[in-house]
């Protein structure tokens, strides 16, 4: 995974005007495929099926920031202790947060209507929470200590330990215990057995989310390094 | 909401996509800014 430059000047060029505007007209296509162009998934009340094109890519993509968070992590502790790796990993919890969060809080309004409360206790709602704690104390802990070195290698080393943890909250605790929760898109068979157009606007829903996150990280790695050389400058 | 009419859904989604795109230009307006300083 590249680690977004500094040093590169933010006069956007051609291609990225043009990536940035794709990226848009994507975004602008899913949302409309999600309304107009998938069907209502059986046994839903109403049109609360379509919440699944924005909650499950939203859940997708805090769970690719919080792995992309351990693998930065890892070239920290392995690669030299960069300190541009540890800016990446720290921006990639902080969005992945962000992200995980609002799969919380459509999956509480969907369980409002399906199941008549926000809050059940359901496996799922259990498992999201402990990963926004789980990171939640991820900064914590980069809060807490005060040497730069330090923090930065504790927090790599706790990041690097999301490796396990999260695939073990997003994808095993739910599947091992009975849950309200709908089947995942990937079955306990390991099949998936979704109606295509659904699937096609998951998939584009997910991708485009996707895409965002690695925008979005590439912008805060990029500001961080500034306002650290910055520092770096006052002080000498 | 309770109905699981299609008013919700549009609003979390504006919710949504006009938080992250606000967002990314207050990104896009801190770098700026980060870049002129410098």
């Known amino acids: ?236 | 909401m309770v109905g699981g009419g299609l008013g919700w859904i549009v609003a979390v989604n504006l919710i949504i996509w006009t938080g992250l795109f606000l967002y990314l230009l207050r990104l896009n307006r801190q770098l700026r800014d980060k870049e002129r300083g410098s």
């Open chain 1, 1 to 236: 995974m590249a680690v977004p430059d500094a040093s590169r000047s933010h006069s956007s060029s051609p291609l990225t005007s043009s990536l940035a505007w794709g990226l848009w007209l994507w975004v602008a296509v899913t949302i409309w495929a999600a309304f107009y162009y998938a069907p209502l998934a059986a046994g839903f009340i109403g049109e609360s099926s379509r919440i699944l094109f924005f909650h499950v890519p939203m859940a997708w993509t805090s769970f690719v920031a919080f792995i992309a968070a351990g693998v930065w992590s890892l070239r920290y502790l392995f690669g030299g202790r960069r300190t541009e790796h540890d800016r990446a990993a720290t921006a990639a919890v902080e969005l992945g947060m962000v992200f995980c969060i609002l799969a919380t809080v459509t999956g509480a309004l969907w369980a409002r209507i399906m199941w008549g409360a926000y809050w059940n206790w359901d496996p799922r709602q259990i498992s999201i929470t402990l990963a926004l704690l789980f990171y939640a104390a991820y900064l914590v802990l980069r809060g807490a200590v005060e040497d730069p070195d330090a923090r930065a290698r504790l927090s790599a080393a706790y990041a690097a330990l999301g490796l396990i943890v999260a695939p073990f909250l997003f994808f095993v605790l739910p599947r091992i215990t009975f849950s309200l929760h709908p089947e995942s898109v990937i079955n306990a068979q390991g099949k998936v057995e979704m109606e295509s157009r659904m699937l096609q606007v998951l998939l584009s829903g997910s991708a485009a989310f996707t895409a965002f996150f690695f925008w979005l990280h590439n912008l805060r790695c990029r500001i961080a390094a500034l306002a650290e050389r910055d520092a770096a400058e006052k002080e000498a």
